[in-house]
């Protein structure tokens, strides 16, 4: 049976694989991007069969050692490689980097495509072939709303166009927020996001009444999209996470289902105290009003399906009371009729 440390080894001759295939395409050192990388890796753990753990996570799949998914590979000789032609695992049932190379080169027929295609849009097509169901159109409406998400991040003359973005923005995420909202099983998650949501267009509203941001302004609304990648679809992810590891084929799915839920309890601690943080940095940056009590109910009471105070306060305390519930589950003895 593999262990974490085998399971990285053979992370680490894909990679020089990846990296060796690149260098007979003739490709730049930032053809693959971590994003990529994790697609790649995937389709050699599906198309060889190498037992290696792994979860749906942020952009998808994404090995048992998750500070994989926030590295790059660059065009490598196999000359500049200790051992290109041996696995670091010795024995002849895995491959070596320099057989995953060529399995890249010759053997993958859409290489190609992702070395040129725009990460996103590649992302787009990837799910639509290999995303599991239910979540497979979650993923792709996530996409495409990061898509227009990267334009308010990377580009300053976003505000030109505000009112565009605030209607594209809009569209999309309550496309994704309708995907979430049918999947019973990440209903634990749906609340929080929407409490995300719910700032999110407030904020670009706001920030699209006013004639221009300051840098203040503006930097602060990039923190607020970063928010998006780092916590909100985050904490979405690490549940579709913990439903797809049991899916995969390595050893190591308690390793990682364990991770996952250490996640999983720390993002549940900071999440509404990071949403309030955030909500009075906009009131002072004058992003944002205060807002009474009635405010809060009216608006949910409107018909919009956002959460009510009140489902704030439940949405955590039932996280805490499912938590509380696998820790029990856990300590029950086996059930005889197995």
Same mark, same amino acid.
């Given at each position: 049976?593999? !262990? ?34 994790? /697609?790649?890796?995937?389709? #050699? ?15 998808? +799949?994404? +090995? ?40 890249? $080169? ?52 976003? $505000?030109?166009? #505000? ?18 909202? /049918? ?75 364990? =991770? ?16 309030? !943080? ?25 018909? =919009? ?11 955590? %305390? ?10 029990? /589950?856990? %300590? ?7």
């Amino acid at each position: 049976m593999l !262990t974490r440390a085998d399971e990285s080894d053979l992370i680490d001759d894909i990679k020089e694989g990846i990296g060796i295939a690149l260098e007979w395409r003739g490709a730049s050192a930032t053809s693959i991007d971590s994003i990529k990388l994790n /697609k790649l890796v995937y389709l #050699a753990v599906q198309r060889l069969e190498v037992p290696l753990t792994f979860g749906w996570y942020k952009y998808g +799949p994404a +090995p048992v050692d998750l500070q994989y998914s926030e590295t790059a590979v660059s065009a490598t000789s196999q000359d500049d490689l200790d051992a290109p032609h041996e696995s670091r695992i010795p024995d002849r049932r895995y491959y070596s980097p320099m057989e995953y190379a060529y399995f890249f $080169h010759e053997t993958l027929d859409e290489f190609d495509v992702i070395l040129q295609a725009r990460t996103k849009e590649f992302l787009i097509s990837f799910y639509e072939r290999e995303a599991p169901e239910p979540y497979d159109d979650l993923y792709i409406k996530n996409a495409q709303l990061q898509q227009i998400l990267d334009e308010i991040k990377s580009d300053d003359t976003w $505000h030109d166009d #505000a009112d565009v973005y605030y209607r594209e923005v809009s569209q999309r995420i309550g496309e994704l927020t309708r995907e979430l909202m /049918k999947i019973e099983s990440l209903r634990e998650v749906q609340a929080p996001f929407r409490l995300y949501a719910r700032f999110l267009k407030q904020l670009i509203a706001n920030a699209s009444a006013q004639d221009a941001l300051s840098a203040s302004q503006q930097r602060f609304m990039k923190r607020i999209v970063d928010y998006y990648y780092g916590g909100a679809w985050k904490y979405v992810a690490l549940k579709i996470s913990e439903n797809t590891v049991p899916l995969s084929p390595g050893h190591n799915k308690d390793k990682l289902l364990t =991770s996952i839920e250490n996640n999983r309890q720390e993002m549940r601690s900071d999440y509404q105290d990071d949403l309030d !943080t955030f909500k009075e940095r906009a009131i002072r940056l004058d992003l944002a009003q205060e807002t009474t009590r009635d405010d809060s109910v009216s608006s949910s009471d409107s018909g =919009s399906n956002e959460p009510s105070d009140r489902e704030r306060a439940e949405l955590w %305390s039932c996280a805490s009371a499912e938590a509380l519930n696998k820790s029990y /589950k856990k %300590s029950e003895p086996p059930d005889d009729r197995s």
